[in-house]
């Protein structure tokens, strides 16, 4: 798109705003407002195989919207569980593409953005860190897998997941 998105909260009951800064006109253009989000934590994760953004939640909330690649804003169907940035952590497999998202139970999903189909995964989240508490997790495409580093001083560590269509593997 050749720019920035950027996601808003909801402010007031007006509703959050998805905006797109312009790197050769040095300017923001808004792709939609009055979406209903959270006011604080929203949160957005590109898709670099279906070259879209998925984005919302905020506050623990359901709603999930996408952003293709000519900046169309569309609602999606919500999620099973609350979603925002000390709700649920949402990254994407960079071989599949479909995103993964762990709850702060812990609860394990899979979402599809290309059937927007939401599926619970079976198998317990096999990481030991906790949402919100400082994770950062990054798709490493060159090797099929997902980094995660949980910033905790001394007790920092680094987890690296791979996922298969078959289940989850360590």
Same mark, same amino acid.
């Given at each position: 798109?050749?720019? #920035?998105l950027?996601?808003?909260?909801?402010? @007031?009951?007006?509703?959050g705003?998805?905006? #797109?800064?312009?790197?050769?006109?040095q300017?923001?253009?808004?792709l939609?407002?009055? #979406?209903p989000?959270g006011?604080?934590?929203?949160f957005?994760?590109y898709?670099? =195989?279906?070259k879209? =953004?998925? !984005?919302?939640?905020g506050?623990? *909330? *359901?709603? !999930? $919207?996408?952003?293709?690649a000519?900046?169309? =804003?569309?609602? !999606?169907?919500?999620?099973?569980?609350g979603?925002?940035?000390?709700h649920? #952590?949402?990254?994407?497999d960079? =071989?599949?593409?479909?995103?993964?998202?762990?709850?702060?139970? %812990?609860?394990? $999903?899979e979402y599809?953005?290309?059937?927007?189909?939401?599926?619970a995964?079976?198998?317990?989240?096999?990481?030991?860190f906790r949402?919100?508490?400082?994770?950062?997790?990054a798709?490493v495409t060159?090797y099929?897998?997902?980094?995660f580093?949980?910033?905790?001083?001394?007790? @920092?560590?680094?987890?690296?997941?791979?996922?298969?269509? @078959?289940?989850v %593997?360590?």
């Open positions: 798109m050749g720019g #920035l950027l996601v808003a909260g909801a402010p @007031s009951e007006g509703g705003a998805v905006a #797109l800064f312009n790197a050769v006109a300017k923001w253009n808004r939609a407002e009055r #979406l989000m006011r604080a934590d929203p957005i994760e898709n670099p =195989v279906h879209v =953004v998925i !984005l919302g939640g506050e623990g *909330r *359901r709603e !999930l $919207y996408k952003v293709d000519a900046g169309q =804003v569309t609602r !999606l169907k919500d999620a099973p569980i979603l925002g940035t000390t649920a #952590l949402v990254t994407v960079p =071989v599949g593409g479909k995103y993964l998202v762990i709850a702060r139970d %812990r609860s394990f $999903y599809d953005v290309a059937s927007d189909a939401w599926a995964l079976s198998k317990a989240v096999p990481l030991g949402i919100g508490q400082n994770v950062i997790e798709p060159t099929g897998v997902v980094l580093v949980t910033a905790a001083g001394p007790d @920092s560590k680094v987890y690296l997941y791979k996922h298969t269509e @078959s289940g %593997r360590r």
